[in-house]
């Protein structure tokens, strides 16, 4: 094996990486970070409307657990509220008061820990069953859903 300078020269030639290279490279680095900051900001979008249905279907439970604890109350209609209609507060304990105290505070609840939220009871009793189905509906303006949202349970009592 001779050495020559023409070998001499082809090595030299082929030491590290040019600037076109790095610039390329940090070129394909950035495309992938903004896809994933995209990523990034769409899954945050789609959590909070999962968060947001997880606090409507909370909140349903929670006044239909009541009306159970208050079941002759419930049945004879002291729960039926419409979307949008407010009880005034009344001082505890008569049955017909703790319905009034249990809609007052699932009212607040619903504005409080909802965008816009509101909600409705209303009767489905037919025969012997008694049935409510209550409904809470809120504002979503997140990810691709937008627009007022409506959650509907219903339950015997």
């Known amino acids: 094996m001779s050495i020559t300078v023409e070998s001499i020269l082809k090595r030299n030639n082929q030491k590290g990486i040019t600037l076109v290279e ?13 896809g994933l900051a995209a990523l990034q900001v769409t ?3 789609f959590n909070h409307s999962a968060y947001l249905r997880t606090q409507s279907t909370v909140l349903a439970y929670d006044i239909i657990d009541s009306m159970r604890v208050n079941r002759d109350q419930a049945r004879a209609g002291g729960y039926l509220i419409a979307i949008g ?4 507060a009344s001082t505890c304990c008569s049955p017909a ?10 009212k607040t609840n619903l504005a409080a820990r909802l965008p816009q939220g509101d909600g409705a ?7 012997t069953t008694r049935v409510v189905q209550v409904t809470i509906q809120w504002t979503e303006n997140r ?5 007022t949202q409506v959650l509907t349970v219903e339950a015997e009592i």
């Open 143 to 147: 990810g691709e859903i937008t627009g």
């Open 43 to 45: 899954g945050l979008r």
């Open 97 to 106: 008061q703790l319905a009034a105290a249990d809609i007052i505070a699932w």
């Open 85 to 88: 209609a407010n009880k005034t």
């Open 22 to 34: 790095v610039l390329v490279a940090l070129l394909v680095l950035s495309i992938g970070l903004v």
């Open 121 to 127: 009871i209303t009767s489905l009793a037919t025969g």
